[in-house]
């Protein structure tokens, strides 16, 4: 029987706690620019955007590391995450009808609703779905490229770091017309989040050389990551005149720097407690739940205006704090119910 891996529960843990903050904290998008209610909000979406780049470094971690992989199932684990996908939006939409008939006054129209869905307006966060299921689609080439290279991986993903998150990124932002020439190299999709489940399979297959980097630097590179997204968001905001926040969707250096040394912080953490143990693991089984259900609670605070920002002064954060607190709580208990439910039928 295999040990489980702890550390591995800490990063998911924070990748989740990350992703729920990050759709807590959207709502301050619609404040003045440069208040200090969005200063705040830069400030904290910014701390939490490794979550995304984590969660496919830790699939990675698992999945591509492995001997060998039946293709059948990999198949079978996409078509969940499909079937995950449509269910996910259909719930979303029927818990969005009370909203729309006693609190705004609009009719529910089923066509207008179905045309919608069609047209391919759906909840922006699934589109973490379509990500995972590239990530596992590739697994079969990922785990014989980890399996049989020879320092070529060690090649790929620097090739990565210099093409994608840095030229790429300086195209997009430094407006020197040299750097355009790079876009040649773009590759429209998701390519970027497989490369970033190479990099969780790179880490494990020598962790060790992970483990002995100096954790000073870790933070170090963690906290470059973090003050760079934050400047550059606000140097982008300040030229435009306006909130600009291409530095959170891109594919960048910084949060690269972000995710990488959270990642190799985590692995480093020595958890000896068996409570502490037991919540991470109960969080990392639960994820997927979490991340389904939380979206529930965020309508509910912002439909009902209890979002952070209707408040004042020291209160915002502090509702802010608690707001994530109990979403994680109640989601998190949904999910273990429905997993009971359904491992009964």
């Given at each position: 029987?295999?040990?489980?891996?702890?550390?591995?529960?800490?990063?998911?843990?924070?990748?989740?706690?990350?992703?729920?903050?990050?759709?807590?904290?959207?709502?301050?998008?619609?404040?003045?620019?440069?208040?200090?209610?969005?200063?705040?909000?830069?400030?904290?979406?910014?701390?939490?955007?490794?979550?995304?780049?984590?969660?496919?470094?830790?699939?990675?971690?698992?999945?591509?590391?492995?001997?060998?992989?039946?293709?059948?199932?990999?198949?079978?684990?996409?078509?969940?995450?499909?079937?995950?996908?449509?269910?996910?939006?259909?719930?979303?939409?029927?818990s969005?009808?009370?909203?729309?008939?006693?609190?705004?006054?609009?009719?529910?129209?089923?066509?207008?609703?179905?045309?919608?869905?069609l047209?391919?307006?759906?909840?922006?966060?699934?589109?973490?779905?379509?990500?995972?299921?590239?990530v596992?689609?590739?697994?079969?080439?990922g785990?014989?490229?980890?399996?049989?290279?020879?320092?070529?991986?060690?090649?790929?993903?620097?090739?990565?770091?210099?093409?994608?998150?840095?030229?790429?990124?300086?195209?997009?932002?430094?407006?020197?017309?040299?750097?355009?020439?790079f876009?040649?190299?773009?590759?429209?999709?998701?390519?970027?989040?497989?490369?970033?489940?190479?990099?969780?399979?790179?880490?494990?297959?020598?962790?060790?050389i992970?483990?002995?980097?100096?954790?000073?630097?870790?933070?170090?590179?963690?906290?470059?990551?973090?003050?760079?997204?934050?400047?550059?968001?606000?140097?982008?905001?300040?030229?435009?005149?306006?909130?600009?926040?291409?530095i959170?969707?891109?594919?960048?250096?910084?949060?690269?720097?972000?995710?990488?040394?959270?990642?190799?912080?985590?692995?480093?953490?020595?958890?000896?407690?068996?409570?502490?143990?037991?919540?991470?693991?109960?969080?990392?089984?639960?994820?997927?739940?979490?991340?389904?259900?939380?979206?529930?609670?965020?309508?509910?605070?912002?439909?009902?205006?209890?979002?952070?920002?209707?408040?004042?002064?020291?209160?915002?954060?502090?509702?802010?704090?608690?707001?994530l607190?109990?979403?994680?709580?109640?989601?998190?208990?949904?999910?273990?119910?429905?997993?009971?439910?359904?491992?009964?039928?």
């Amino acid at each position: 029987m295999k040990q489980r891996d702890y550390n591995l529960d800490l990063i998911k843990t924070l990748a989740i706690i990350a992703t729920v903050g990050i759709h807590l904290n959207a709502c301050g998008s619609i404040c003045q620019i440069y208040s200090k209610t969005w200063n705040f909000f830069v400030l904290f979406g910014s701390l939490l955007r490794f979550c995304v780049p984590v969660f496919c470094m830790a699939t990675g971690y698992l999945l591509y590391t492995k001997d060998s992989i039946d293709i059948n199932k990999i198949l079978k684990k996409v078509l969940k995450f499909a079937i995950i996908f449509v269910l996910a939006e259909i719930v979303y939409r029927i818990s969005y009808c009370p909203y729309m008939k006693y609190l705004y006054g609009e009719k529910i129209v089923l066509h207008n609703i179905i045309e919608d869905i069609l047209q391919g307006n759906i909840k922006p966060h699934l589109y973490f779905l379509q990500i995972i299921s590239l990530v596992y689609l590739f697994a079969p080439l990922g785990i014989l490229i980890v399996k049989n290279e020879n320092k070529e991986l060690s090649y790929l993903l620097k090739l990565w770091i210099i093409l994608s998150m840095c030229t790429l990124f300086l195209a997009d932002i430094v407006n020197i017309r040299f750097f355009k020439i790079f876009n040649i190299y773009i590759l429209y999709g998701a390519y970027n989040f497989i490369i970033y489940a190479m990099l969780g399979a790179y880490i494990r297959k020598y962790k060790k050389i992970h483990l002995n980097f100096n954790t000073i630097l870790c933070i170090l590179g963690f906290l470059i990551g973090y003050l760079g997204v934050v400047f550059i968001m606000w140097k982008l905001s300040k030229t435009s005149g306006q909130s600009d926040y291409s530095i959170w969707d891109s594919v960048n250096i910084f949060t690269f720097l972000m995710s990488y040394s959270l990642f190799v912080l985590a692995l480093k953490v020595k958890i000896n407690s068996n409570k502490i143990k037991k919540i991470l693991t109960l969080v990392s089984q639960n994820t997927l739940g979490i991340y389904l259900v939380h979206v529930l609670f965020t309508d509910f605070i912002h439909n009902m205006d209890l979002d952070y920002i209707n408040f004042f002064g020291i209160e915002k954060i502090l509702i802010l704090f608690i707001d994530l607190f109990i979403i994680l709580f109640l989601s998190l208990g949904i999910s273990i119910l429905a997993k009971k439910i359904f491992q009964r039928n």
